[in-house]
């Protein structure tokens, strides 16, 4: 992917502004942000973040590429959706952070080990896989994601929701092995694919 | 006056008046005590019927002079106007009953508040001529303007439209003023989205279209004197040649000047073709003419910064610390200029606070981020050369860091210096008529105080913005667009229209010898007892309208339609001698002398307050409406303004037993509220000779209080008259009751 990065580089060299506007969703509305900070000051998780939306959406007119695309911070938005709701020029922010996360990701970009990216791909692998979200190893995946020794510790620590859970029928053991699917896991994986071919196709223009 | 002085005294039960008060030893007093030819009660005085009362014994028993001893003199002033007498009104109201509590104990006091202000009234009117016009105004109608621009043409076709002749005078050889220079102007109409035509030529064509206006090019005003209805004005050509005409009223158009910009270098303006002004970059647009601009050397531009609040608002030495108003919309609206032209120009916008006024601001603003304009929070600090163009280092405030951009434009926005003419405050005006015509002078006028309208800060024309924003110091010449604050088109249309409709009531009721604002209708003018006037000048150098220029025998010379009617000559004079009909030294001395005074065992002391009629005294009736309560010991007396006190009412009080004094005006200073502008502030300055006073009778200095009231002191007006009487209860009663 990082043909993709040179090549976007090559292309926008003058404006990550127009880069964005062109390439990621949303994108085209960065331009209409006043800097009124309202963003900032809604999201739950502003203060943790390295940059915060208005923050982001300065840099990126300022060209700077580099930072924003490494970024964490558009990876630490939970969909809350405070920041639509209240900005006073209507910029879609949730969907620009994940729009401006994934572009981040197509590059190569994205920040090494990064947990939310971790997850989702995690997330992803097991929905595709039978066309529905297997919870109990999509749990285990998620407790095992940094190493054995933290995964047996969050185990122990959830023991008890899961030993309920299991008495009340809300989780079967063995769906560990397998588990349900959707009637048509073929014609998914088809779509899928289609999909894929798609996107490798457009980003093969660059 | 012909007639014989008949009083009738009129005493209203109603409101509660008669269960609180006994209204038949008020009319005892009046009749008995204060001489009363004609004293009557009754029930329900401002009902049709009580008012009949009085209207017949006007008519048919030659009352005429009227004490109406009930409610407020602001309230029910429609039941009681009554023509060709002289009122006065005793307020037992607002003023008594509903200040009191309604006990036994309070009933002796209340009581004696109440024969008081009887007494007050009756003594008032007794020493008040019914008010007539003065005749002085020639009624004239027609408005001069000063200025061809948006404002003054805006004006003058509004007056026209409203049946009014108007003359323009400008000095250029051509209207249309700055505004004519502009490419484009801000959108004024719905979307709001693409710069307009500046509509310059629209307004020239329905100047010249009008018959009922008369334009002169190339002139200036040389001279201007007389009054509202009756001012002349010399209107002199390049060439010299002057011709004097008649105004009723005129209005000041005279616009703005671009700020200096070299006095920005660091900014890089006068080292290259790559740094202008907003205006000069106005010029660029309109040679390219929707077409590719260039720079003044005619080189190609991909790039332009704009460098918003370019020396203003700043404290910076030579800088202007205020804000213009439009050049942010104007940098929006001049960045279209590149991006409608070709999209591919980096345009950027740097501001700290950006500014969109009007209802179209933020739609504007919507639109050039829509066409790509990029906004910039960041300081600019300096623009330099680098043999391409310009390198703009800034220090990005959000990013929160000092960087740099390249530019082959760089716009720097300035901002507008009042063209407002004289500061009369700095240039002396001891000679009267003597000054040498100075080039800078707009109106020329022949007034004592000063040739052209006096300034409030920045250099801008005074006006109250406060509460009456078109009314300046110069009754009957109104200012208006930028001379008066800096704005933008839209507001100078608006500012224009009003002033051209503030400028032709000032005419109109100049004919009937009414006042303007706030007096407005009016009817009385100060004169004066020549025999008593010592030529001290206090008077022409106190009045904050300038209304009084001096005779040959350097004598005042009062100009009826130039006064305001605030009585701040009045109360400057050392000698006494300016009074109005029904307004005068004697008819507050009158009041102040029949109070009646207990004796020092009493343990009654007696509070005078003189509050101004437009705020404190309105603050005090709706404390009373509100039901606060305050001493029983306060004898309020309304005043036209603070500065229409003469310290001889102080010092006769305190010669007569008072034993405080609280004197009520406005807040002065720069963010003044005093109706007279100045009134309050002089009024003030005279008061510190009160000490002097207070010395040589050995009084305590707390025994004379003044105070600034808004008319919102609701609370706090009738708390510092209870505070004077705690006051007196520590210091203890004055010895002076004889
Ligand atoms: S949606 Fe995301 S960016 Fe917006 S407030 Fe919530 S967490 Fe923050
Ligand atoms: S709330 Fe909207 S306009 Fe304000 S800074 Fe955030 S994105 Fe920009
Ligand atoms: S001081 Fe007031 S009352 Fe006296 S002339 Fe001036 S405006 Fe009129």
């Known amino acids: 992917m990082s043909d993709m990065n040179t090549a976007m580089v090559e292309k926008y060299r003058n404006s990550f502004l127009s880069e964005v506007e062109a390439n990621v969703e949303e994108g085209e509305w960065v331009k209409m942000c006043m800097q009124c900070g309202v963003c900032s000051g809604s999201c739950p998780f502003g203060p943790y973040w390295d940059h915060p939306p208005q923050e982001l959406f300065m840099m990126i007119r300022a060209g700077k590429r580099e930072a924003v695309l490494s970024s964490e911070s558009m990876w630490m938005c939970t969909s809350c959706y405070n920041c639509i709701a209240r900005c006073p020029r209507g910029l879609p922010i949730t969907h620009i952070m ?17 947990q939310t990216m971790k997850f989702a791909s995690i997330f992803w692998d097991n929905l595709t896989k039978k066309g529905r979200v297997n919870e109990l190893q999509l749990g285990l995946k998620l407790y095992f994601m940094n190493g054995f020794v933290e995964g047996i510790k969050t185990a122990l620590c959830m023991k008890e929701m899961g030993m309920s859970m299991l008495m009340t029928k809300r989780m079967s053991p063995m769906e560990y092995f397998g588990g349900h699917s959707i009637k048509d896991t073929k014609g998914l994986h088809a779509i899928l694919k289609k999909a894929r071919e798609i996107e490798e196709a457009k980003a093969k223009q660059f | 006056m012909a007639e014989e002085k008949k009083v009738g005294t009129y005493i209203c039960k109603g409101c509660g008046i008669g269960d609180r008060v006994n209204t038949a030893g008020m009319a005892t007093i009046a009749t008995r005590e204060c001489k009363s030819q004609v004293t009557k009660e009754h029930d329900f005085l401002c009902s049709a019927e009580g008012v009949k009362m009085i209207q017949d014994d006007i008519d048919n028993d030659g009352v005429n002079h009227i004490a109406i001893v009930a409610c407020s003199r602001r309230a029910k002033t429609e039941a ?51 008010p007539t016009p003065s005749g002085q105004s020639e009624g004239r109608k027609n408005l001069l303007i000063v200025g061809g621009g948006i404002s003054g043409m805006t004006a003058a076709i509004e007056a026209a439209r409203a049946g009014y002749e108007a003359t323009i005078v400008e000095k250029t050889g051509a209207l249309g003023g700055s505004a004519a220079n502009l490419y484009r102007r801000v959108p004024e109409s719905s979307p709001f989205k693409d710069p307009e ?40 050509t390049e060439s010299g040649a002057t011709a004097t005409e008649n105004f009723g009223a005129i209005i000041q158009t005279s616009g703005f000047t671009e700020y200096d910009a070299n006095q920005l270098p660091h900014l890089g303006y006068g080292k290259g073709k790559n740094v202008v002004t907003q205006m ?68 950027t916008v740097m501001f700290t606070d950006l500014r969109t006024p009007g209802a179209g601001g933020e739609d504007f603003y919507r639109s050039g981020q829509d066409k790509g304009i990029n906004f910039t929070k960041g300081v600019a600090s300096e623009v330099t050369d680098n043999g391409n163009g310009c390198t703009v280092k800034f220090r990005d405030m959000i990013l929160d860091e000092d960087t740099s951009t390249d530019a082959d434009l760089v716009v720097l926005a300035t901002g507008m210096v009042a063209n407002a003419g004289v500061d009369i405050d700095v240039v002396g005006q001891d000679d009267p008529g003597k000054w040498e015509v100075s080039v800078d002078s707009i109106l020329n006028l022949d007034y004592r105080q000063g040739k052209d309208m006096p300034q409030l800060r920045h250099g801008f024309n005074d006006s109250h913005f406060i509460c009456f924003p078109y009314e300046t110091r110069r009754t009957g010449i109104y200012t208006a667009g930028p001379t008066r604050r800096p704005m933008d088109i839209g507001q100078a249309i608006e500012d224009a229209t009003g002033a051209a409709l503030k400028a032709i009531q000032a005419a109109e009721n100049a004919e009937l010898g009414r006042a303007a604002h706030p007096r407005s209708g009016d009817l009385s003018y100060p004169s004066f007892r020549k025999e008593g006037c010592t030529q001290c000048k206090r008077c022409t150098v106190e009045c904050p309208f300038g209304a009084i220029d001096e005779d040959e025998e350097r004598y005042p010379q009062f100009n009826e339609g130039r006064c305001r009617r605030c009585g701040t000559c009045m109360g400057a004079c050392p000698v006494r001698v300016i009074s109005f009909d029904n307004y005068s030294i004697d008819t507050v001395g009158n009041q102040i002398k029949n109070v009646d005074i207990p004796e020092e065992f009493d343990e009654k002391p007696r509070i005078l307050v003189l509050a101004c009629e437009n705020d404190a005294y309105p603050a005090l009736d709706m404390a009373a409406m509100n039901g606060v309560e305050y001493s029983a010991f306060a004898r309020i007396i309304p005043i036209r303004c603070l500065g229409s006190t003469n310290l001889i009412w102080v010092t006769d009080a305190l010669n007569s037993g008072y034993d405080g004094i609280i004197l009520m005006g406005c807040q002065k200073g720069e963010n003044y509220q005093c109706h007279f502008v100045k009134g309050s502030e002089i009024a003030q300055d005279r008061m510190s000779k009160v000490d002097d006073t207070l010395q040589s009778l050995s009084l305590e200095p707390e025994r004379v209080e003044t105070y600034e009231i808004a008319i919102t002191d609701i609370e706090r007006a009738p708390q510092l008259i209870n505070d004077m009487a705690a006051t007196i209860e520590k210091i203890g009663m004055s010895p002076f009751k004889f």
């Not at chain 2, 106005?282 to 040679?287: G, H, I, N, V, Y």
């Open chain 1, 98 to 114: 994940h729009g401006l996360a994934h572009y981040a990701k197509r590059l190569g970009l994205a920040p090494k080990n990064q």
């Open chain 2, 80 to 130: 009681f106007s009554f023509e060709n007498v002289a009122i006065s009104r005793g307020n037992v109201r607002e003023g008594v009953i509903w200040v009191r509590p309604d006990t036994d104990e309070a009933s002796e006091t209340t009581q004696e508040m109440a024969e008081d202000y009887t007494r007050m009234a009756v003594h008032e009117v007794s020493v008040m001529t019914p």
């Open chain 2, 197 to 236: 035509d500046s509509g310059v030529a629209a307004l020239i064509a329905a100047v010249d279209a009008d018959s009922k206006i008369t334009v002169h090019l190339n002139s200036t005003v040389t001279k201007t004197s007389g009054a509202p209805g009756r001012f002349s004005a010399d209107i002199t």
């Open chain 2, 280 to 347: 000069e970059l106005e010029a660029l647009a309109a040679a390219a003419d929707g077409g590719v601009i260039k720079t003044a050397d005619g080189k190609d531009i991909n790039s332009v910064v704009f460098i918003q609040c370019a020396g203003q608002r700043s404290d910076e030495e030579g800088h202007l610390p205020y804000c213009s108003g439009h050049c942010c919309t104007t940098s929006i609206k001049q960045a279209m200029y590149f991006k409608d032209q070709n999209p591919a120009i980096d345009t």
